[in-house]
């Protein structure tokens, strides 16, 4: 994944991961369908993750002719080639963006693991040195007041030191093994490792909180039925159960368990009182919405750019009825004899480019956009300018072009196919050419002094 695939992977994800939580917020938060919110919550940061990385798209000819004028073309994007007019003079400027994004994200990423395992740490640290008592299905670790009655993974930390009746002492044991029996855990854990992944999507960390309340919903609820439906007594006094147990332990928690006392108790405590029947056409909306994420993504790397207006000599070639598929991208790209990547392209643009032969009157500063296909047989053909800044111009960037030697042909599945290529073209006439040579891949730039008279 280069940097520009990275941006887009994470302004993707952003985007599907807040229409997914638009979902949940406004059509299935309030109801108390809580299994179905539960695998709503975890659901949806797995889908922002992975489904940009899919190779979702649809087939190229639904959407006609590419740049290159050719069914199937999405060109690939070059670096940049800038080329300074006769007299200027190179300079190299500019930080290393494609260096600092992918710093800056593989910082967050550890940082938030390394918070992850730092929580881990020290909640075994702390219960590693409590007593405990194997029961069937889990076990019980007595905190003798230094942690609140809470639970994680497969141990339930139990405060004796509360007084608590025996029926609120079972309600709140049932309440703990709820948590142990449905896994909430391990959902825990893994949104917490797809905050780390997704750590610049705000949307990731609102699911993380709702899912933790979403849980103790459920918990609460396996607490309140005890081979009966809850009464309303009973709902009352579990709520000032609640309440009691917060006010006496307020500020005290244990990172990453679920914990009695400490989960947005009013929430709870409102929840527990709803009566209303769920409304189940609701839960139906994932699936249209699903669709349409789906949809979205594909359309988005399928979109091929806007086509330009063809000559008329192209009109006059008759069109071939079966046109060859040309590819964006595939697992090896096209490459120069010797190699050397995108950059080796670009270098030997340049040494066959100069500003065009224009009066200091009519130079332009601008850019040039020019696509052009590699063959299976490593031939450039298909030359065409997207972007025009006049036939001067133009003239000059084709001939360029033209003269690039024959290349190693891109291969998918093992097999030479036809790759298509975008190159954008700066002109610079003004007296000093900036040169972004540690920009990211699709933005980087050279400048040359051309030959000739100067200004």
Known sequence: MNQLSLLNWMLLSTVLLGAWWAC?????????????????????????????????AWPAGWWGTGPAGLAGVAAGLLPTVEVGAP????????PDWSFWLLAVYLA????????????????WRTARRLPRTAHAGYTLAETHGQLPTSSFGRVVFWDETLTLSPAEARQVLRHELAHVQQGHTYDRLLLELLRAALWFNPFVHLCGRALALTHEYLADEAALHDDSSPTPSLSTSYSQLLARQVA???GFSVPLAHSFSHSQTLSRIAMIQKTNPIRRWKQW????????????????KAAPPAEPAVSVATQNIATPP?????????EQMPELPGGGGP??????????LDYPNVVPASRKDGTSFVSFIVTEKGEVQAVKVLKSLGAEYDAAVVAAIQK?????AGRKAGKPVAVSYTVPIRFVWKATVRVANSLPLGWQGWAVDAPGDGC
Not at 343 to 352: D, G, K, L, N, P
């Open 322 to 330: 079966s046109p060859p598929v040309v590819y964006e991208t595939v």
């Open 404 to 408: 690039l030697p024959t290349f190693v």
């Open 285 to 300: 909306l994932a699936l249209p919405l699903a669709g349409v994420l789906v949809v979205a993504v594909a359309c988005e």
């Open 248 to 250: 006496s332990r307020l």
């Open 108 to 123: 967050g990423a550890a940082l938030m693991l390394a918070r992850l395992f730092y929580g881990l740490g020290r909640l």
């Open 343 to 352: 950059e080796a392209i670009v270098r030997t643009i340049q040494q066959h």
């Open 24 to 56: 949940y917020r406004l059509a299935l938060r309030p109801e108390r369908s809580f299994a179905y919110n539960r695998a709503f919550l975890v659901l949806g940061p797995l889908l922002a993750a992975g489904l940009p990385l899919l190779p979702l």
């Open 87 to 94: 007299g200027t003079a190179a300079v190299a400027v500019g």
